[in-house]
């Protein structure tokens, strides 16, 4: 017998629903003809069918009326209006929203369902590079569970948790962290320049820094203090400049910085 098909639709085929299509597509998790999206946008509906193939609608209730699952990746101050039109769905169909501060218990009541995920993913999805989180409503039975750890994991990683409270944690490190990592990779490399560097030379040193030094943690499962006192010799170089990261609060800053994201989020 056939296996019956996967039926996906997005409502709000923005940069993050491109993403997800396009690492759906990249990773043979699911196939254009099984996948719906709507978008207010003209703009944006011919260019996915033409980029990727999938089908396109204006009216976000027609997308959602056949899908197994539909992901909700529309702004925030959109999403009022799109539950209200996409209210009265099976109690089967499982809804994934990406949404920014919206709650399971926003989502519960805005769409009056109860078979429900919230995710957060990070920009790095555009390149299947991303980290998503994501947590779900006691009412996902476990096919579905699998099938949003798969829909996720072509993201890159994914991580579910039971309590929602660190969905507001992961908005301030891994949502908003790819900001905080490109701020420090193009001063890293402005400061290359400023001592001399040509700067297409700064940015392969700085990159294969960063990437190397990401990938040495990883490995050695080592504590990265470890990895850094190994680079800092007595009285050398290395210890001059972290003398000079401490004395601007390097690290008390990113501790203020991540701690202003996490209280935003809270606040959303
Ligand atoms: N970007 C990130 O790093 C990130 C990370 C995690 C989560 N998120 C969340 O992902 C969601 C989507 O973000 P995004 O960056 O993809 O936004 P986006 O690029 O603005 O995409 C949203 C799309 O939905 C369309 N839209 C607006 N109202 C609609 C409606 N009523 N029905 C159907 N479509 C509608 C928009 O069209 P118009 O542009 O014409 O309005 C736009 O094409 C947000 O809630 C955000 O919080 C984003």
Redesign the pocket.
Known sequence: MEKKRTRIAF?????????MIRCLLTKNVVASQDMVV????QV?RELLKKEYGVNTVAD?REAAKNADLIIL????Q??T??MG?IKGLAPNQLILS?????TISNLGQGLGHSCLIRA????PAQIGEGMTMWTATAGVGQKQRNLARTVLGALGKEICVTDEKYMNMATAVS?SG?AYVFLFIEAFVDAGVHIGLPRDMAQTLVMQTILGSAHTVEKTGKHPADLRNLVTSPGGTTTEALLQLEKGRFRSLLFEAVAAAYEKAKRL
Not at 98 to 102: C, E, K, Q, S, Y
């Open positions: 409502i709000g085929g923005g940069a993050m629903g491109e993403a709507s978008d207010v946008s944006r976000n990746a529309v702004k925030p959109n999403l209006q799109v039109e990406i949404v920014a501060g919206a957060m993913p990070n920009t949502a790819p």
